[in-house]
């Protein structure tokens, strides 16, 4: 590698069978490159949003692009401990919650309470982290903890790999990041 | 058929019920329990043909209540799938092994689970 060429990012992660693997070697035992959890994003939340709220995908991008309306965000965090330990998070602005909470529970969007809507993006935090654990970590012993809302949590994950999907009527990031074992 | 749906999250038994409903499976009752403890007390008064639920819930979890069901008398004869987020091999191999006839990751589509409820079914008749 070239002195002032970055190395490619990794993130500690969970399948111990994978330090063998030459292709990985360079970062911690069984660490997964940053763009693996890009890819492994983008096909959990294409799946959980199509099969749950009849949603699509328009488009995916790794960071995203700077939004002027400045609406309120509601952020799900999925702690999960084991080997591997760490946080799936979810930001989705209030408006599209609400959209996707009437599509989850085949409603209209005016019969849509806030706390329903809440509940719905906690469920879909929860259904795509667990998508993305078992895709990453299928062999992995880990639990999931009770999914947590933070009201206008923003975007910042600060050190997680995150994508940022455009669904059409919105926008909603997921982000993810492993702890390393003490 | 009467199900029962055991989810502690009021909106993801809205959305089972409705993918029950676009299914085709011929559902006549249909519950509704927010625990394994809720769950059995529903089940003392009602005969079920198949019951459906998830794993972590407050009071008494999915595990609980697959054991509890499948040491009486009656109850063990009702199928138990097992609907979770957790996709992970350990978690789905130790509910198959508990004796779960099921388990499907959410969300689903009506057909995957009309074919996991189906199957569940058949497993039962088999086992008589």
Not at chain 1, 163 to 171: I, K, L, M, Q, T
Request: aromatic share 4%; glycine share 8%; charged share 25%.
């Amino acid at each position: 590698m070239h002195p002032t060429e970055k190395p490619a990012r990794t993130t500690e992660a969970c399948r111990p069978e994978d330090s063998q693997n030459p292709s990985r070697a360079g970062g911690p035992a069984g660490a997964v490159p940053a763009s693996e959890i890009q890819t492994v994003l983008l096909s959990a939340v294409e799946v959980v949003l199509e099969t749950a709220c009849c949603a699509g995908v328009f488009k995916s991008l790794e960071e995203a692009p700077p939004d002027p309306r400045g609406e309120v965000v509601i952020t799900v965090r999925v702690p999960f401990e084991g080997k591997p330990s760490g946080e799936f998070s979810l930001h989705v602005p209030e408006g599209l919650t609400l959209l996707l909470a009437a599509r989850f529970l085949g409603r209209d969007e005016w019969e849509v309470s806030a706390g329903q809507a809440e509940e719905v993006a906690l469920e879909l935090a929860n259904m795509i982290c667990g998508a993305v654990l078992s895709n990453l970590c299928a062999g992995a012993t880990f639990q999931m903890m009770h999914p947590l809302t933070k009201g206008d949590g923003g975007t910042d994950c600060g050190g997680a790999v995150c994508r940022w999907f455009d669904v059409g009527e919105g926008s909603l990031t997921a982000c993810l990041q492993f702890r390393k074992a003490i | 058929m009467d199900v029962m749906i055991v989810d502690d999250s009021p909106a993801m038994r809205t959305f089972i019920r409705r993918v029950l409903l676009l299914s085709s499976l011929k559902i006549g009752g249909c519950l509704e329990a927010a625990n394994g403890e809720e769950a059995l007390q529903l089940l003392e008064r009602n005969w079920l043909d198949v019951v459906l639920t998830d794993i972590h819930m407050p009071l008494m979890d999915g595990e609980e209540l697959l054991r509890r069901m499948l040491r009486h008398e009656v109850w063990k004869l009702i199928p138990v799938v097992v609907l979770s987020a957790d996709q992970t091999r350990e978690r789905t191999r130790r509910m198959l092994e508990l004796g779960a006839k099921g388990y499907v990751s959410k969300p689903f589509t009506p057909e995957k689970l009309r074919r996991e409820v189906e199957q569940s079914l058949g497993v039962r008749r088999a086992s008589y």
